[in-house]
């Protein structure tokens, strides 16, 4: 049986992964047979003893600071709803697939979900269940990337899963940029001085001050997923600089 790296892991999913793979035309936020597959590598990572949290975002069907016309922080919490709309799709898939899982919101939706408490979320994890994030942190101006990496922190995990539409970083969009180098590691300094497209600055200076791990992949394929678990040399591994010196 293959050997998971890490005993406990958070993925964060974004909303735009969802929709993944929906023919043109179609108005349809979630592309069911996606996340069902994307579904069936989470519950492999389970099955290998891998503690799993999700932190999953909304861009599929709202993004707060798309918004135009409507006040930001009221946008912001139109968006915090969306991320539960995908929490409980997740969910729902999961629990077809035999998996124990609890949905835990930062805003209060306790007829649908759990509110978000760090020791019952750690027990969740402990017990063997699949604990979804949604919600974001609960405030507006506020990304689902910092979400990820605050929850990781909070819940002590082993490293945050970047699920990207790009396999990993690049010293430039490799779109527009056809001399952009692939890298296999990077620091968050330099992601923050380049003004990288990873993730938001607020989340690389959290995970920078509290040595948060990241491994940044592309969901393309999603084996992936598993392949990030048993700690393959996928994507981009960020972590600080006395980090990667060890290495």
Request: glycine fraction near 8%; hydrophobic fraction near 40%; proline fraction near 3%.
């Amino acid at each position: 049986m293959t050997q998971s790296k890490y005993k406990r892991v958070l993925l964060k999913l974004s909303g735009e992964a969802l929709a993944q793979g929906l023919p043109a035309g179609d108005k349809s936020i979630i592309n069911y047979e996606f996340v069902n597959t994307v579904c069936d590598r989470i519950k492999a990572c389970v099955d290998m003893g891998v503690q799993v949290s999700i932190v999953v975002g909304a861009g599929n069907i709202w993004r707060g600071k798309l918004g135009q016309g409507f006040e930001r922080t009221r946008s912001d919490h139109m968006g915090m709803l969306a991320t539960t709309i995908n929490c409980l799709a997740i969910q729902d898939v999961l629990e077809h697939k035999g998996l124990d899982t609890r949905v835990m919101t930062a805003i209060e939706m306790k007829q649908f979900a759990e509110p978000y408490i760090r020791n019952r979320a750690v027990h969740h994890l402990e017990k063997g269940r699949v604990v979804i994030f949604g919600c974001g942190i609960g405030n507006p101006y506020f990304s689902t990337d910092t979400a990820a990496v605050l929850r990781a922190a909070e819940i002590n995990a082993d490293i945050v899963l970047l699920a990207k539409n790009v396999d990993a970083v690049y010293t430039a969009d490799p779109k527009k940029d056809p001399n952009a180098k692939r890298l296999e590691y990077i620091e968050y300094m330099e992601i923050l001085t380049k003004k990288l497209g990873v993730m938001d600055s607020t989340a690389t200076s959290f995970s920078m001050e509290n040595d948060i791990p990241i491994l940044v992949f592309g969901l393309n394929d999603p084996d992936n997923i598993v392949r990030a678990a048993c700690g393959e040399q996928i994507g981009t591994i960020v972590e600080a600089e006395h980090i990667l010196m060890q290495d």
